[in-house]
């Protein structure tokens, strides 16, 4: 509870949203509790104080009907005899207020009228434990003969049972509170533990242990929630950065090893005799090198740049069918001068939002893997579309790639041959998959039995309403 | 030819000024955006070569400013950022190409010449020349020296280019942004092969090669 926390925690605590929001609530809880008791009591007394007033009027209402002076003396005798006890007060007085029947020693002096016909006033009883003022109220009534007959009761008991209202509500009151208040600490001080336990994993977090994550109660509550969304977020962070870490590892790698290679020839040439034309050789060589280097730098940054890009670079409705047309018109003559026959198959436009360079890039990488490795036969581009998805694939029959590699080569730097003698630096699947992804859509190798399959699918756009469709001719295979 | 080159990096700026000149340009240099703006609204130049990130003021404002004080000069953007997005702002802000850092020198120079050589009234013209070579851009009828020759649309604009370009050096991605308007480098060499076909088109039965390769750098269309 916070008053068991030393001076520093109670501050932190005083300045929590849990403790403004059970102070608020606490406030609420008193004031309501109370406007309760007031009630309650107002009611309860009032009832009492009608009570008495109508036992009142019973009382000269009975007697008002004694007619005859004698009989109501009688009455009054009987009524007023010492050892009843109701409590009720009578006197009769002749006109000048001289008392000829009742309990009651003299007319009152010092009566104050509550209201009218109604007066209250102190008499003096003598008890057990002494004299003691009573109060009593009454009522006066003039009869025929300007007699004047009073009938009151003696408020003692009214007061001690209202007494005895107000302490019992007085301390109901007080067990109330102190339970609400003790109640409001609990569930505090639960909200805080649960809140603590989040900033304890945060700050583990932040001082470098990244395999920690929020416990969760299982409940599913609100708190469960926050814990596992926030466990959500880190484990994505951790993936992130270990492909960070696995990227830069790899930059390093495929990186170093040219350039150690570059700065080796230039040392060497530099140790060789002075030669022209060795010279020039070296520098041409060089800057070939340099040249693959930049490659490699530039697809890195290709990437990176469609991993970051973001939807307002993909807003744009493009016919994926043209796109692809325009890349494998770059493409057929190598094919041709392969010896490979590039087959481009797509009946019909297909609309996907997108970026036109990104998917030209994408669709080129495709194309250039399958006439890269395909050593003879047929590679076909095709683009297809069904109601939500548009597809791209690149299908050859060349050596393919086992189903267990599959997906390692679209990691960056990941190529299948371990002497890497194909020109390539091993990106160009790693920027599909990236520009598949900035798209909202997968880039996936399946088998072409035999060769491979290479698909990019992406959701498709609506077709614009005035153009619906139009077929166009598939191109001849020689485009 | 006399340039002016904007450009911060004192190294890059010396080994441009030293490449350029020795390719026979005369050429300043102004290491900061406001005192490059000064020069270039003063001097007559025949092209600027702006670096985007300047200290001072920014090379796109500089050429902005230029552009806004109807200063006509044609101007080369050097940058680092290659994005397709940067590109556009830098040819929006006025500038007339875009080159992105690292380049080879043979690049910058080809872009160079392109740009002094640009006709202002090259949009108009129906028939191109160059030697023996005569296309016409409306009937897409080509010849050499009168006789037909058979292209392909797309080695047609080729062609086009490279006879916009007659007898300059044109780089494999100066031909990859304006006749594919492709911004990425293909792994295999594509535009080699588009331009061996294309060189065997044009031979074919001709004694003299007009389509060279320059190397290092590109391709040039003999027209002498």
Not at chain 1, 108 to 123: K, N, T
Not at chain 1, 168 to 195: C, D, F
Not at chain 1, 426 to 434: D, M, P, Y
Not at chain 2, 108 to 125: N, Q
Request: proline share 5%; with cysteine; net charge negative.
């Amino acid at each position: 509870m916070a008053l068991a926390l030393p001076g520093a925690d109670i501050w932190r605590f005083l300045h929590t949203n849990a403790f403004r929001i059970a102070a608020v609530y606490f406030v609420l809880f008193a004031v309501s509790v109370l406007a309760l008791l007031i009630f309650f009591y107002v009611s309860t007394a009032g009832f009492l104080e009608r009570q008495i007033e109508a036992t009142v009027d019973a009382e000269i209402r009975g007697l008002q009907e004694q007619h005859d002076f004698d009989g109501l003396i009688q009455v009054i005798h009987e009524r007023s005899a010492p050892g009843r006890a109701d409590n009720m007060l009578y006197l009769l007085t002749d006109p000048e207020l001289n008392p000829l029947a009742g309990n009651l020693s003299q007319w009152p002096r010092e009566a104050h009228q509550v209201r009218p016909g109604w007066f209250l006033f102190p008499i003096q009883v003598a008890t057990r434990n002494g004299p003691e003022t009573h109060n009593v109220l009454c009522s006066v009534f003039v009869l025929g003969n300007n007699d004047h007959l009073l009938v009151g009761r003696d408020l003692r008991d009214a007061a001690e049972f209202r007494n005895r209202i107000l302490t019992t509500l007085a301390w109901s009151g007080l067990i109330a509170l102190v339970l609400g208040i003790a109640g409001g600490a609990v569930m505090t001080r639960n909200m805080l533990n649960r809140v603590e336990v989040v900033a304890k994993t945060t700050e583990q977090i932040i001082r470098g242990d990244f395999a920690q994550r929020v416990p969760l109660s299982g409940s599913g509550d609100e708190f469960d929630q926050l814990g596992s969304n926030l466990n959500v977020m880190l484990d994505q962070i951790e993936r992130l950065m270990t492909g960070m870490r696995q990227v830069t590892d790899n930059i390093a790698h495929d990186l170093r090893t040219p350039l150690s290679r570059l700065r080796a020839r230039l040392e060497v040439t530099l140790l060789e005799r002075p030669d022209a034309a060795r010279y020039a050789e070296a520098l041409r060589e060089t800057i070939s090198e340099a040249d693959q280097l930049l490659g490699t730098f530039n697809a890195l940054l290709s990437i990176a740049e469609a991993e970051a890009g973001s939807r307002r670079d993909t807003a744009t409705v493009l016919d994926l069918t043209t796109i692809a047309r325009a890349v494998a018109e770059l493409y057929e003559p190598v094919a041709e001068e392969k010896g490979l026959v590039l087959r481009f198959d797509a009946p019909l436009a297909v609309n996907v939002r997108g970026d036109r360079h990104l998917l030209s890039q994408a669709i080129a990488n495709l194309l250039d893997n399958a006439l890269k490795y395909t050593p003879s036969g047929e590679v076909v581009l095709s683009v297809r579309g069904d109601e939500s998805s548009a597809r791209v694939a690149v299908a050859d029959s060349g050596p393919g790639i086992p189903a267990d590699r599959r997906e390692a080569v679209f990691d960056r730097f990941v190529r299948l041959e371990g002497s890497r003698s194909t020109p390539g630096n091993g990106l160009g699947l790693s920027l599909v998959r990236a520009v598949a992804r900035l798209h909202d859509g997968t880039a996936t190798l399946e088998d072409n039995n035999p060769g491979l399959r290479a698909v990019l699918t992406l959701p498709r756009a609506p077709e614009p309403k005035d153009s619906a469709a139009p077929a166009l001719p598939a191109l001849a295979p020689s485009l | 030819m006399k340039l002016l080159l904007i450009e911060d990096d004192q190294k890059t700026a010396d080994y441009i000024a030293k490449g350029l000149a020795e390719s026979g340009y005369v050429v300043d240099t102004s290491h900061e955006g406001r005192d490059g703006l000064f020069m270039a609204s003063g001097g007559n130049y025949d092209a600027l070569i702006v670096d985007r990130m300047l200290p001072g003021m920014d090379g796109l404002a500089v050429i902005a400013a230029l552009r806004a004080a109807e200063v006509k000069t044609p101007v080369l953007i050097l940058s680092a950022m290659g994005a397709v997005d940067d590109r556009v702002k830098g040819l929006r802000a006025g500038g007339d190409d875009y080159l992105v850092k690292p380049f080879a020198f043979a690049e910058l120079l080809a872009r160079i010449e392109a740009l002094l050589r640009r006709g202002p009234a090259s949009s108009a013209t129906v028939k191109l020349k160059a030697g023996p070579l005569e296309m016409d851009l409306l009937s897409r009828n080509v010849t050499r020296q009168g006789r037909d020759i058979d292209l392909l649309p797309r080695e047609f604009r080729l062609l086009e280019f490279l006879m916009r370009h007659a007898g300059q050096v044109v780089t494999r991605t100066m031909l990859l942004e304006n006749v594919w308007d492709y911004h990425f480098d293909p792994q295999t060499n594509v535009i080699d092969v588009h331009v061996s076909r294309l060189r065997q088109k044009l031979d074919k039965g001709f004694d003299k090669p007009l389509l060279q390769t320059v190397r290092g750098a590109g391709y040039r269309l003999n027209v002498e």
